[in-house]
């Protein structure tokens, strides 16, 4: 059974960090693509950043300079950290596991950002 679990995420300040952890289980963590979602109320979810089974990585736009996405393959841990965080960064923020065509997913943190 697939489990990806989701911590890190709470209440910022505009221009504060916060770090996300995702711990997963039932899966060969290093041959997986994983990554991180986001969706915002009433908005689709979109991807914030991935990073694949080799290391590379990629990020939306709105994002980089400020995230960083980063893997532990001995701990199967993948963490996103965020920096200069904004209140358009508001949203729940999901993990996910990818070999194509199949993606699992977390249940989700929430990240708010404001004042």
């Known amino acids: 059974q697939v489990q990806l679990v989701e911590s890190g995420g709470g209440l910022v300040q505009p221009g504060g960090s916060l770090r996300l952890s995702c711990a997963a289980s039932?899966?060969?963590?290093?041959?997986?693509?994983m990554g991180w979602y986001r969706q915002a109320p009433g908005k689709q979810r979109d991807l914030v950043a991935r990073i694949t089974s080799s290391g590379s990585t990629n990020y939306a736009d709105s994002v980089k300079g400020r995230f960083t996405i980063s893997r532990d393959n001995a701990k199967n841990t993948v963490t996103l950290e965020m920096n200069s965080l904004k209140p358009e960064d508001t949203a729940v923020y999901y993990c996910?596991?990818?070999?194509?065509?199949?993606?699992?997913w977390g249940q989700g943190t929430q990240v708010t950002v404001s004042s």
């Open positions: 039932g899966i060969i963590f290093s041959g997986y693509t």
């Open positions: 996910i596991a990818q070999v194509l065509p199949t993606t699992y």
